[in-house]
T-cell receptor, first 112, second 114 residues
């Protein structure tokens, strides 16, 4: 899991602003995932990607967007349509044929 | 879809005692069950996992049991230490068509009292 990085560690968003969270991995993993974590709740899937230039909505995709232009990168944009964005965001990746997902260190998003 | 229930939500034990966390799942097609430990403000880290063709797996002080018939699995930590204090998540997954859908429990906050 040391091969997955997320930036920034903390991010502040103003009303009406779009912000982008970075996720990079050097593990040569095909699959990448974005989760949202709220206090007292488990991890909820926002988007996932199995391969470059392909991604699918998870359980709570509304107000978020992603891209997968490179295998190692899977950025998440929190748009102004996401009315309650304050949360801890975790990126994960998984190698082909493997079952375990490995997580990045997370980005905490706060609203000003 | 899959539903994973986890309990208890909080658990306090004295140092040296055992801790048990239980999860149930609904999708009989789920075949992989990882457990993650998350320390405050940190990333979840895999501590042990079990596949559906195995009933029990042990790694030092940690063990996981799986009952496929009843669709439940449990994490057992023996001889608990203060550094075991964290939030533990169970998960259930299956891989239809190459995509892995993972469903997580809500987590158990374990506090080990010195």
């Amino acid at each position: 899991d040391g091969g997955i990085t997320q930036s920034p560690k903390y991010l502040f968003r103003k009303e009406g602003q779009n912000v982008t969270l970075s996720c990079e991995q050097n593990l040569n993993h095909d699959a990448m995932y974005w989760y949202r974590q709220d206090p007292g709740q488990g991890l909820r899937l926002i988007y996932y990607s199995q391969i470059v230039n392909d991604f699918q909505k998870g359980d709570i995709a509304e107000g978020y967007s992603v891209s997968r232009e490179k295998k190692e990168s899977f950025p998440l944009t929190v748009t102004s349509a996401q009315k309650n964005p304050t949360a801890f965001y975790l990126c994960a990746s998984r190698g082909q044929g493997e079952e375990t997902q490995y997580f990045g260190p997370g980005t905490r998003l706060l609203v000003l | 879809g899959e539903n994973v229930e986890q309990h208890p939500s909080t658990l306090s034990v004295q140092e040296g005692d055992s801790a048990v966390i239980k999860c149930t799942y609904s999708d009989s097609a789920s075949n992989y069950f990882p457990w993650y430990k998350q320390e405050l403000g940190k990333r979840p880290q895999l501590i042990i996992d079990i596949r559906s063709n195995v009933g029990e797996k042990k790694d030092q002080r940690i063990a996981v049991t799986l009952n496929k018939t009843a669709k439940h699995f449990s994490l057992h930590i023996t001889e608990t230490q203060p550094e075991d204090s964290a939030v533990y998540f169970c998960a259930a997954s299956r891989s239809p068509g190459g995509y892995q859908k993972v469903t997580f429990g809500i987590g158990t906050k374990l506090q080990v009292i010195p």
